[in-house]
């Protein structure tokens, strides 16, 4: 069992989501930066879709009342045990009545915490995932909440002492996919889109990341009907400014999609700080799938 | 049908009819299926797998003959009591009990869902009844608050800020994480409201 001591700015127990019910309002959820918990989930012999923490800005301390294997990922921060300090994206253990201590990232914005066995929260809607537009799941972390670990019996021998990991880049290229209402945008939008930088704002969650920059002019007028949306699509509001969607997205909206984040950059867009600049490319070439069927 | 790439994990279908197409893409059991999310004139598609192929098998889906099936329509006890019936028979020019009269008389289907988890946009509200938000949202609109805006029926499943007009409560739980499915309405599904004088 683990206690919270301090979550930090945010900490949320996230999985990987609750796919399958958007079609009734469901937001996805689980991880912004799944690859990142799947990391770390990987590190601890879990399946990859153990639940574990999230945390955003570190800043956190928790007491484990049992020992446990634990991994910690994602923007990276210094971590200690009992005051000693450990690496990132690596195996390590923590005896019983340690607190592990999270520090502030030095880049990025949210860290990952598995533990070998799971956090055994009980699940709704088939995930033990915060959503924080619904209010589905546990909620947001606070001091003396405890988390029940899951049985680790039968998982994978712990096998890798640390695992390589991509760069944070301090002005991230998040690439794009144009559509599905490019047409809705002058030409120039689109190319403003894709030349001018942006910059992430502190209104920003884990529903989404608002742009701050140029405005992406319309071509036309009128009310697009309420259609479904996907994660890492940059919806534009009546000001022009993109809203760029993670993983708390409402399903289904009313403003216009320029473009579509690929799924393979949504983990830079999820470890976007508050004033970070970003820029957005046109994804290359025909890509996974090729071109829109039109 | 128009299918446009959403991103390299989903389409956007648009369809004049996304109920059968939404009915007719969860029965074929397509590989790699991830949502399925009926919009007003759209179905979104995401999948685990290559959205080109995907794009492919669409067209040649065949449609069922209703989307609901013969299912009757889910029927909802509504006290008019709401905080707004008397400002919607103003702005209509009806009578609170004509109000209630053409809101009871209408048949409903749940075009999509979406603000909230089991909040369904509901279609057939009758023209008359058709009255703007309010200019200021409340902040804390009840669960079961049953309301209109716009072209819209809806009842709030939980509670939250909202700008609808307020016509009356149910008691019935639109929305319930323990039960299979947790939502009541579902895309396509008929609606009746009744009036529950308790």
């Known amino acids: 069992m683990i206690e919270v001591v301090r979550p930090g700015p945010l900490a949320t127990v996230q999985d990987l989501g609750r796919a399958g019910l958007a079609h009734l ?94 956090l055994a929260v009980e699940p709704v809607l088939g995930s033990r995932s915060t959503d924080l537009l619904s209010g589905l799941g546990p909620a947001p972390l606070s001091p003396g ?150 | 049908m128009r299918i446009r790439r959403a991103g390299d994990r989903g389409l956007l279908v648009e369809t004049g009819d996304p109920h059968r197409l939404h009915a007719a893409v969860r029965a074929a059991g397509l590989p790699g299926v991830l949502d399925v999310v009926p919009g007003e004139r759209t179905v979104l598609i995401t999948t685990a797998g290559d959205p080109g192929r995907l794009a492919e098998r669409l067209p040649g889906l065949p449609l069922p003959e209703q989307a609901a099936g013969d299912a009757p329509p889910v029927q909802i006890p509504v006290v008019y009591d709401g905080a707004d019936l008397a400002e919607v028979a103003e702005l209509t020019g009806l009578s609170p009990e004509e109000v209630v009269a053409r809101h009871t008389a209408a048949e409903y289907t749940v075009a999509y869902l979406g603000f909230s988890p089991g909040f369904g946009y509901l279609t057939g509200l009758p023209a008359e009844l058709r009255v703007p938000r309010r200019d200021s949202p409340r902040t804390a609109v009840p669960a079961g608050a049953v309301a209109i805006a716009g072209p819209y029926a809806a009842v709030y499943p939980a509670p939250s800020p909202g700008g609808w007009r307020l016509l009356g409560r149910t008691d019935l739980a639109l929305w319930d994480v323990t039960r299979d499915p947790p939502s009541l309405l579902r895309p396509g599904a008929r609606v009746r409201f009744v009036a529950d004088a308790s």
């Open chain 1, 145 to 294: 909440d405890r988390l029940p670990i899951g049985p680790a019996r039968g998982l994978a021998d712990i096998t890798v002492d640390v695992a390589p990991t991509p760069g944070f880049p301090d002005e991230p290229v998040l690439h794009v996919l144009p559509g599905p209402r490019d047409d809705w945008f002058t030409p120039d939008a689109l190319e403003t889109l894709t030349s001018a930088p942006y910059e992430a704002s502190s209104e920003s969650n884990r529903v989404g990341v608002r742009l701050q920059g140029s405005a992406l002019a319309r071509a036309r007028d009128g009310e697009l009907s309420s259609e479904g949306m996907v994660t890492g699509a940059l919806q534009v509001p009546p000001n022009g400014l993109p809203i760029l969607f993670l993983a708390d997205h409402p399903t289904t909206g009313g403003y216009p999609v320029i473009a579509v984040v690929a799924s393979a950059d949504l983990p830079l867009a999820a470890q976007l700080r508050p004033g970070q600049t970003v820029r957005f490319r046109c994804a290359g070439g025909a890509g996974a799938g090729g071109r829109s069927p039109r």
């Open chain 1, 25 to 118: 309002g469901v937001p996805g959820s689980g991880a912004a930066d799944a690859r990142a918990l799947r990391l770390a989930n990987r590190l601890v012999g879990n399946a990859e879709a153990c639940a574990g923490v999230e945390f955003t800005f570190g800043g956190a301390a928790l007491r484990f009342h049992s020992p446990a294997w634990i991994a910690v990922t994602g923007a990276p921060l210094p971590v200690r045990v009992d005051g000693r300090a450990h690496g990132m994206n690596a195996p390590c253990h923590v005896p019983a009545g340690a607190v592990l201590e999270l520090g502030i990232p030095s880049q990025g914005l949210r860290s990952y915490l598995a533990v070998r066995g799971g």
